[in-house]
């Protein structure tokens, strides 16, 4: 399995970064969006009405564009820039998988699916989760098929949360989350993260923010961007704050199989006692199996909610091409020797970062436990989180991600993603830490 520039080399035409970001802003309305009290960064297009066209909706106008997209926009523009900022697998996707996807088609697999998924992959996908967690899901009931995990995610918050609902969210985390929140018209109550101890949630936080509309709580644990993974006995006080108040858990899991250490235990809250019916499960094929491209994702939960999710379904995409389904097939059956390829390069990876992080000046980091992002406190720079991105592009070639990007908790952390080759990595550490002695 061949490992690519995912830690990588951008550009070839350089351009003053100032001019680019003026750029960006002549087009693009850069506003701040609170909902309840989380500040989000995003950017929207504002277009109004042009002669000949009618108005595009409101909703569209609003709708959050992450602000990591900007560091990718900036970034394409500096000759040999080093991108620490990509949240993908530095690998490309295994030949077994091309073969089977490609087998399948040229024999025929080129109709529609079932809305769920094929029977194959839901079979395929439930004994994958019984190995990880004891959990025996139903193919035929318990699991849906989706155009990746983001489709998964937009569909469980539509089948759990009504207009005005409040959704408890991890600050900092995934950015796309707000986006989704805000596009079936609920509405993102923050739950802290901590620095203090490894940004991993819990149960307190998550009891303090409850209000009276609150639906539902989201978990993503290992987590983006943090790489902190949530304790078993503090997922189990969690879970019983959620069956207390009787809310719905949206557990995004796409990063479980990364994690490093022997003595780190990473469970779902679906395992825990009597949450089964209180917890769907978003799962994606894009990280654990290098498929970001291919956009294979599932949901786990209930049949109630999997029969509501399979009729959304059917209103959105319709269904997940069959060929590509059997190239994931293909996945599952070989995950062993694909993910133990990956999981010690980014141990190394991980293990090099905070190392030179730690000898760093004016930086700090904690060890995360998994996925594969780590963050960086900036705040002894005198920078905010956004100029300190943005100078360490323009003068030392060096891309992370501002964190606040991620919620207002993210203000003063970069968010750097370890998936690139070793080589790079160590390039790039080794180029953040010039330009951090210059300062």
């Known amino acids: 399995m061949a490992m690519s520039h995912g830690c990588s080399r951008f550009g070839h035409h350089a351009a003053s970064l100032t001019t680019i970001y003026l750029s960006i802003q002549h087009g693009l309305k850069h506003t701040m969006s609170y909902n309840a009290t989380i500040a989000e960064t995003k950017t929207s297009c504002s277009v109004g009405r042009y002669k000949g066209m009618p108005a595009i909706s409101h909703r569209a106008q609003s709708a959050m564009y992450p602000s990591v997209r900007e560091m990718f926009e900036l970034a394409s523009h500096v000759p040999n820039a080093i991108s620490f900022a990509i949240g993908e697998p530095g690998f490309d996707t295994p030949r077994p998988m091309i ?13 529609y699916t079932p809305n769920r998924g094929t029977a194959a992959l839901r079979r395929a996908w439930c004994q994958y989760r019984f ?4 959990i025996a899901y139903e193919p035929e009931d318990n699991v849906i098929i989706t155009a990746g995990g983001m489709e998964a995610m937009y569909l469980a918050m539509i089948a759990t949360l009504d207009e005005d609902d409040d959704i408890l969210i991890p600050d900092p985390g995934y950015a796309n989350y707000f986006g989704q929140v805000q596009m079936v018209h609920a509405n993102v109550v923050p739950v802290p993260l901590h620095e203090r101890n490894g940004f991993r949630m819990q149960a307190a ?20 961007p943090t790489g902190a993974i949530i304790e078993p006995d503090e997922l189990a006080a969690i879970a019983e704050v959620v069956k207390r108040h009787d ?14 250490d022997d003595h780190v235990r990473c469970l779902s809250i679906a395992s825990m006692p009597d949450m089964l019916d209180h917890t769907i499960i978003v799962d994606s094929f894009s990280k654990t199996f290098a498929m970001t491209g291919w ?44 993910l133990a390829t990956m ?5 190394t990876n991980r293990d090099m970062v905070v190392k030179a992080v730690q000898q760093m000046p004016l930086v700090s980091c904690n060890t995360p436990d998994g996925a594969f992002y780590v963050l960086i406190n900036v705040k002894d720079t005198g920078m905010n989180d956004h100029d300190f991105a943005v100078r360490l592009l323009n003068e030392a070639k060096v891309v992370v991600t501002p964190a606040s990007g991620f919620g207002s908790r ?20 080794r180029r953040m830490q010039r330009w951090l002695e210059s300062l």
């Open 131 to 134: 190995r990880q967690d004891g």
């Open 247 to 260: 809310l719905w858990v949206i557990s995004d899991e796409v990063y479980r199989a990364f994690v490093y």
């Open 343 to 347: 999981i010690e390069a980014y141990r």
């Open 295 to 338: 956009r294979i994702g599932c949901a786990f939960g209930p049949k109630a909610v999997i029969d509501q999710m399979m009729i959304m379904q059917e209103n959105v995409v319709s269904c997940v091409p069959g060929a590509l389904q059997m190239g994931a097939v293909a996945a599952l059956e070989g995950s062993a020797d694909i």
């Open 99 to 111: 073969d089977a996807a490609y087998e399948a088609a040229i024999h025929g697999d080129t109709h």
């Open 205 to 224: 936080d998550v009891e303090a923010a409850i209000t009276p509309n609150t639906k539902a709580l989201l978990l993503n644990s290992p987590s983006n």
């Open 410 to 429: 993210g203000q003063g952390y970069a968010r750097l993603s370890y998936v690139g080759t070793a080589e790079d990595t160590a390039e790039g550490l």
